[in-house]
Each structure stands twice: as C-alpha cells, then as structure tokens.
C-alpha cells in the first residue's frame, strides 16, 4: 500500500501523521474497541511512553482521525456547492469527489463511518456538526434542482440522504485492487440517480 | 425494547435465545472485538462458566447471529423472487422486507451488517456463499426487468449493489421512535429508485 492511500496529510509523514495512519489501519480492521495502545505502539515500533508523547490517549487518536475526513470532506465540498455549476454538474462533481476521499483514504474513512460513534458525547457532537453541515451542502444541490426545475419535485433531506447511502456503503465493498475505479463508479452511480431503473 | 425487536425467534425466548439477544446488543454497540465473554455474562446474570455451557466461544454467539439474520433475508426474498408479480412490484416487495428484517432486529442485523467481517476463514466463507446467493436474488429481479423492457438495459450486478448499498446503510440511522416507519421508507426509496432525480 502507499502512503498517499494511508494518510491524510500524505505530504508530511511526521510522527504524528504515521501514528493516525497506522491507527486508521489498525481501527478499521479491528475496531476502535478491538484496538489497543499497546497493539499501536508496537505496529509503530515504539514504546508505549514513548507514544504517550505523542497522542494523550486513544480516544484522542480517534477524533483526530475521524475530525480530519470530515474537514476533508467538508473542504472539498464547499467549492462544487459554490460554484456556478448547474445542479446535475454539481452533483457529479460532488459524487466523483466523496468517492475519491473514501477510495483514497479507505481505511481512515471506514473509522470515519463506522468507528465514530464510539467517540464519547463532547467530541461525537463535534464530528456530528461537521457531518451535518456536509449533508447541508448536498441538500443545497437536491434544492437548487428541485427549484429550477431539472429534478423532480423530491423530498430534499431523505434523497440527500440516500445518496449518500450509497456512496458511504462503498467503503465496504471498494478495493484500489478491484475492477472498477472510483470515477468509474461514480459515473454508474450518477447514472442510476440521475435516471432511475424505470425505462420511461 | 420490546422482546420482538431484538432477537430472532421472538416466540421462543429460551436460554440460548436469550444470550443471542444479548450478546447481539453487545456486539452492535461495542463491536465484536470490543465485547467481552465477561461482560456477556454479567449482562446475562450468569457466571462465565454457566455460560460456557451454552456456547462454545464468542465467535460461535457471532457466527450464530450472522448465521441466522442470513437465513432469515434468503428465506424471506425466496418467495418473492419466485412469486409471478411483475419486477417492479417484486422490486417493491423485496425493498420492504429487507427493511422490516433490519428494523425488527436492528441490533442483529447491524452485527450482521458490520461485524460479519471479524468471522475467521471458515465461517466468513460460509456467509459470504449465503450473501452471495442473497445478492442473486436481488440480481435475478432486476435481470427480468431488464428483459421484460420494463428497466433501461442497466448493469444488473452493480444495479443490484446498488439498491442494497441504500437499504443496508439504513441501520446507520432507522430509529423505531423515528419519523418515518420501515413501510415509508421502503416506500420512498423505491421511488426514488424507479424513477430518480431528473424530471423527464
């Protein structure tokens, strides 16, 4: 695997971006509940002090991992929901790019959908605001589409929120190793929103 | 809760009914990896080793669980499948049922959902052929419609992946004190479904 697969911060492999990479590997194949500080510091090759000088407990790692795909997927976002694009562009764009975060970052992602509510209540309201303003974002381009016509007359939170169903369950089934590519799904995905099973 | 939501044979809550139950809760909230025999035990009001005479190990209670909430999805599509309604309406029947099963046993079905993955080989395999032959079904529904002119020629594999990408991430939020009932969610789902976003 390379590191650009395993990091958020793909360009600074520093301590602390090795730590939360190893931890989202080590968190979403175990489980956040599975997973030890002492299984951590040895995947690391260090002592558990010495990860103790780095990150104050595990509950800590796992905000950070889990707050760093939010702000990315929150980041990325925002220009396609800004940009002049007309609804069905938006929401391409916005399709291609949630799919290339959860392939890019597979195992930081899968914390993110899985391992985040295990987070206790103080953070998980953090993480929760965040992930409410990205499903704000996507409910934007239902509306915009809704009012100028192009989309049907939907409701706007539940079609937000199936489609986003469906882009977050890829993370259990997408493998960089697999047949089809993450635009290549998003297209297909696109497809099958945009028009439906029904031959009209 | 009620007794009905949370285990599989409701009418029969014995001893080994009772700790698939529980151990289900378990699982669902603190992850498989992060629930202890242990803790089972004092749940159930058992000692550890009265315990173990019900159940060899913790990865039989969790094949158990995934086991059975298999049988029960393969069981129930069977007939619709086979059934000689149209592939819309088995469409609309199947997106029901798979709702109603993860709904009545939210906590099995999201072990089912999530937890499946920490099976070793052996068992893993023998779920994987159940998924399998689950997936079939849902693939043979949406074959026929393709073939009847009913659906547009839609990739059938990815087109089944699809639909239930949507209905299994529904354990992520489907509350029973929620808004909407499993009937209206399959409901509004299936429309969206049919006939997507765009208005033609």
């Given at each position: 695997?390379?590191?650009?697969?395993?990091?958020?911060?793909?360009?600074?492999?520093?301590?602390?971006?090795?730590?939360?990479?190893?931890a989202g590997?080590l968190f979403s194949q175990k489980g956040y509940h599975g997973s030890?500080?002492?299984?951590?510091?040895?995947?690391?090759?260090?002592?558990?002090?010495?990860?103790?000088?780095?990150?104050?407990?595990?509950e800590?790692l796992l905000l950070?991992i889990v707050?760093?795909v939010?702000?990315?997927?929150?980041?990325?976002?925002?220009?396609?929901?800004?940009?002049?694009?007309?609804?069905?562009?938006?929401?391409?764009?916005?399709?291609?790019?949630?799919?290339?975060?959860?392939?890019?970052?597979?195992e930081t992602a899968t914390v993110f959908l899985h391992e985040w509510k295990f987070l206790?209540?103080?953070?998980?309201?953090?993480v929760?605001?965040?992930?409410?303003?990205?499903?704000?974002?996507?409910?934007?381009?239902?509306?915009?589409?809704?009012?100028?016509?192009?989309?049907?007359?939907?409701?706007?939170?539940?079609?937000?929120?199936?489609?986003?169903?469906?882009?977050?369950?890829?993370?259990?089934?997408?493998?960089?190793?697999?047949?089809?590519?993450?635009?290549?799904?998003?297209?297909?995905?696109?497809?099958?929103?945009?028009?439906?099973?029904?031959?009209?």
């Amino acid at each position: 695997m390379n590191e650009r697969s395993l990091t958020l911060t793909p360009e600074a492999p520093d301590r602390r971006g090795r730590i939360l990479q190893v931890a989202g590997r080590l968190f979403s194949q175990k489980g956040y509940h599975g997973s030890s500080m002492r299984e951590l510091a040895s995947a690391l090759g260090l002592t558990q002090s010495s990860l103790y000088n780095h990150v104050a407990n595990k509950e800590e790692l796992l905000l950070a991992i889990v707050d760093g795909v939010a702000d990315e997927f929150l980041v990325t976002l925002e220009p396609v929901v800004r940009s002049a694009a007309s609804p069905t562009a938006k929401l391409r764009s916005a399709v291609r790019v949630h799919l290339q975060i959860i392939a890019e970052h597979l195992e930081t992602a899968t914390v993110f959908l899985h391992e985040w509510k295990f987070l206790s209540a103080t953070y998980r309201a953090r993480v929760e605001s965040k992930r409410g303003r990205y499903e704000a974002l996507w409910r934007e381009i239902i509306a915009e589409g809704v009012e100028r016509g192009d989309f049907r007359p939907l409701k706007i939170e539940f079609t937000a929120r199936w489609i986003l169903s469906t882009l977050n369950w890829t993370y259990q089934w997408y493998s960089p190793q697999g047949a089809l590519t993450a635009e290549e799904i998003a297209d297909r995905y696109l497809d099958l929103f945009l028009h439906g099973l029904l031959k009209s």
